[in-house]
């Protein structure tokens, strides 16, 4: 399986990064991506810029077991993730997840799978700047629950003979 996981200050082409994804494979039957965009408010407020911090080395290495888990549960060709960090300004993209597969159950699954762990369980804090103040970010209740139904053992798929 093809997986790319980059955690990078700069910004990136989802397009083309899909095209690395898929470059060269007859196997593909589909791609499902994520991109996730800073808005420009929240809770009604403008929004100045949203800063991203992570622990380096230990973010990768936890992306990339829950992309080995994602590959256990579903039978996938490949996987992008790609998180920004640092200072962003509404309209630029965030984060990218990219999963490829035979069929399009998998890798819708599997991209939600994925960006459930983003959201809630990837160690990634967020301060957001708006004209108010700086405020770092807390869990959402929603996202906890929209993650809560992965917890159960995962399948493992069979391969296709």
């Given at each position: 399986m093809?997986?790319?996981i980059r955690l990078q200050r700069e910004a990136f082409d989802v397009a083309a990064e899909v095209a690395a994804l898929t470059a060269g494979r007859a196997d593909v039957g589909a791609v499902v991506t994520f991109t996730g965009?800073?808005?420009a408010e929240e809770g009604g407020e403008p929004i100045a810029a949203l800063?991203?911090?992570?622990?380096?080395?230990m973010a990768e290495a936890e992306i990339a077991r829950h992309v080995e888990e994602a590959s256990v549960r579903w039978?996938?060709?490949g996987v992008t993730v790609i998180h920004r960090h640092g200072r962003?300004?509404?309209?630029?993209?965030?984060?990218?997840?990219?999963t490829a597969s035979s069929h399009r159950q998998a890798a819708f699954a599997a991209a939600e799978f994925l960006m459930d762990y983003l959201k809630t369980r990837a160690p990634f804090w967020k301060e957001v700047e708006k004209?108010?103040?700086?405020?770092w970010v807390g869990a959402h209740r929603a996202d906890d629950t929209a993650a809560e139904r992965w917890s159960a053992p995962p399948p493992r798929h069979q391969a296709a003979k």
């Open positions: 093809a997986v790319t965009v800073c808005r800063t991203l911090e992570h622990y380096p080395g039978p996938l060709l962003l300004i509404p309209g630029e993209v965030i984060v990218l997840v990219a004209a108010s103040g700086k405020t």
